[in-house]
């Protein structure tokens, strides 16, 4: 398995109260993706990051924000966090973007609940 | 229109018997082709790419791909129970700057 851990694994949290949640990674590879995930819409990209301190936004970015201090660790952010957040989000790595033979590989996912 | 288009299923097929599954993407220019496979509570896990129209063939597992009427597909031989799963088409766009994921397709394996 690519060595990507992310935490924390469930959460449970109130409306309007900020989460981060982190996701590491032990492969070195340069672009680091931020995904949620719901019934009926497949994954759609939050945030990617193409190296340190340098990220650009997907489709449904709004309401998030990243943070890419170092190459291993990617950081996502709901300032305020509302019922629409709740979802399953998942963070990605690949060594390249686009190419054939570097597909992302995911992590295991994080359950967040925001009552 | 979507982008990556799946039936959303349930497809379901025999044990033993071959299950197809297709995808349908709107970009020409896409490059790439990604078959995921995601069981329930888990994370999608790569099982099949393909860049080159024709067949690719990898155990099991074959990916078709035609690039003139913008379809890809999976066949999956001699079904088994463990094959039960959502698979996910994803495509590279034309300008290779992201991947685009269908909503997945759940494949149900009666025995």
């Known amino acids: 398995d690519a060595g990507i851990t992310q935490s924390p694994r469930h959460k449970v949290t109130e409306t309007g109260t900020p989460v981060t949640l982190r996701c590491h990674q032990t492969e070195n590879h340069r672009y680091m993706y931020w995904y949620r995930q719901d019934p009926g819409h497949g994954l759609r990209l939050i945030h990617y990051s193409y190296g340190v301190k340098d990220t650009d936004k997907g489709e449904v970015s709004d309401g998030y924000s990243v943070s890419r201090s170092k190459t291993e660790d990617f950081l996502l952010t709901l300032e305020s966090a509302t019922s629409s957040q709740t979802s399953v989000y998942f963070c990605?790595?690949?060594?390249?973007?686009?190419?054939?033979?570097?597909?992302?590989?995911f992590g295991d996912g994080t359950r967040l609940s925001i009552l | 229109q979507k982008e990556v288009e799946q039936n959303s299923g349930p497809l379901s097929v025999p044990e033993g018997a071959i299950a197809s599954l297709n995808c349908t993407y709107s970009d020409r220019g896409s490059q790439s082709f990604f078959w995921y496979r995601q069981y329930s509570g888990k994370s999608p896990e790569l099982i099949m790419f393909?860049?080159?129209?024709g067949d690719k063939e990898d155990g099991r597992f074959t990916a078709q791909l035609n690039k003139a009427s913008q379809y890809v597909s999976l066949l999956i031989r001699d079904s088994q129970p463990s094959d039960s799963a959502t698979y996910l088409c994803a495509v590279i766009d034309r300008s290779a700057s992201k991947i685009i994921f269908g909503s997945g397709t759940r494949l149900s394996i009666r025995p």
């Open positions: 990605a790595i690949s060594a390249q973007q686009g190419a054939s033979n570097q597909p992302q590989h």
């Open positions: 393909i860049y080159s129209n």
